[in-house]
């Protein structure tokens, strides 16, 4: 099974920019879609944006024109650039992808990293 490593967190202000990075372990897995979901204290997980193998991405209407997620396909690497940080921003970014195994689709998770932006 894939594993996947994020890294890009940390302690930004109101305003300030952090990009996020997840790569799997391997180049040699096939991954369909690739995304960063978030969970806030007290919140249920939730996404913020994905990008299909082709490129095609979806976002939450919160961080549209703030975010913008990409892709590397040749390194299974999947990015999120935040802009226009605001403080309820702030959870642990999950990084995600559908894995193909056999004839099924498995999701596997990164082990998510802190975003805080402070006020």
């Known amino acids: 099974q894939v594993q996947l490593v994020e890294s890009g967190g940390g302690l930004v202000q109101a305003g300030g920019s952090l990009r996020l990075s997840c790569e799997a372990s391997s180049i040699f897995f096939i991954i369909d879609a690739m995304g960063w979901y978030r969970q806030a204290p007290g919140k249920q997980r939730e996404l913020v944006a994905v990008?299909?193998?082709?490129?095609?991405?979806n976002g939450a209407d919160s961080v549209k024109g703030r975010f913008t997620i990409s892709r590397d396909n040749a390194k299974n690497a999947v990015f999120l650039q935040m802009n226009s940080l605001k403080p309820e921003d702030t959870a642990v970014y999950y990084c995600a992808a559908d894995q193909r195994r056999g004839l099924g689709i498995v999701r596997v998770w990164g082990q998510g990293t802190q975003v805080t932006v402070s006020s």
């Open positions: 990008i299909s193998s082709g490129g095609s991405t």
